[in-house]
Antibody, heavy 121, light 106 residues
Framework: QVQLVQSGAEVRKPGASVKVSCKTS????????IHWARQAPGQRLEWMGW????????KYSQSFQGRVTISRDTSTTTSYMQLSGLRSEDTAVYYC??????????????WGQGTLVTVSS | IVLTQSPGTLSLSPGEGATLSCRAS???????LAWYQQKPGQAPRLLIY???KRASGIPDRFSGSGSGTDFTLTVSRVEAEDFAVYFC????????FGQGTKLEIK
């Protein structure tokens, strides 16, 4: 069965970086993009970017351009999301999702369980 | 594209019907609108994609409709397991999400 399993909760100080992993299984890793989104407390989900594991192409939201890097490791079928220059407003639950291409974009048919990142001095 | 969902909270008794709205600030292709269900502490679950297509394994009491800027998720007879937060997602122009509608037990 398709599974996306994310790494555990993280606590970072302002200005630091965090790297969250999303380990996939149960399907061909190269066939689907992996998207990343986050949800701050009391806020709506916010899309961050995606990666095409087949060719390593990435696309990022302008809101995070320059601070976020999405990568993948084909040997472990894992995607990573690294966010740098952390500030308190980055405190959120970060999700990965498997993207299914439909229309002009992709919806997510499977999601990771979420990773809480807390930024606090 | 900003997605605005209404109502913020919907209080219903099991067996009643639910109608949830998602309004877009600009026109969205009907192929590019999805709905998800989320329960506390759980990952979101895909219900509907392409505005009206039920995802695999989703009961037929869930249906989606709409076009342009107005989309609707309908639950024909709410069951106990349906009480959760529902949010819409457009992937027509970049990606944005609605703020969610909480379906709670009356």
């Amino acid at each position: 069965q398709v599974q996306l399993v994310q790494s555990g909760a993280e606590v970072r100080k302002p200005g630091a970086s965090v790297k969250v992993s999303c380990k996939t299984s149960g399907y061909t890793f190269f066939d689907y993009a992996i998207h990343w989104a986050r949800q701050a407390p009391g806020q709506r989900l916010e899309w961050m970017g995606w990666i095409n594991p087949a060719n390593d192409n990435t696309k990022y939201s302008q809101s995070f351009q320059g601070r976020v890097t999405i990568s993948r490791d084909t040997s472990t079928t894992t995607s990573y999301m690294q966010l740098s220059g952390l500030r308190s407003e980055d405190t959120a639950v970060y999700y990965c999702g498997r993207g299914l291409r439909y229309g002009s974009g992709s919806y997510y048919d499977y999601w990771g369980q979420g990773t809480l990142v807390t930024v606090s001095s | 594209i900003v997605l605005t969902q209404s109502p913020g909270t919907l209080s219903l008794s099991p067996g009643e019907g639910a109608t949830l709205s998602c309004r877009a600030s600009q026109s969205v292709s009907s192929r590019s609108l999805a709905w998800y269900q989320q329960k506390p502490g759980q990952a979101p679950r895909l219900l509907i994609y392409g505005a009206s297509k039920r995802a695999s394994g989703i009961p037929d009491r869930f249906s989606g409709s709409g076009s342009g800027t107005d989309f609707t998720l309908t639950v024909s007879r709410v069951e106990a397991e349906d009480f959760a937060v529902y949010f819409c997602h457009q992937y027509h122009s970049s990606e944005t999400f609605g703020q969610g509608t909480k379906l709670e037990i009356k």
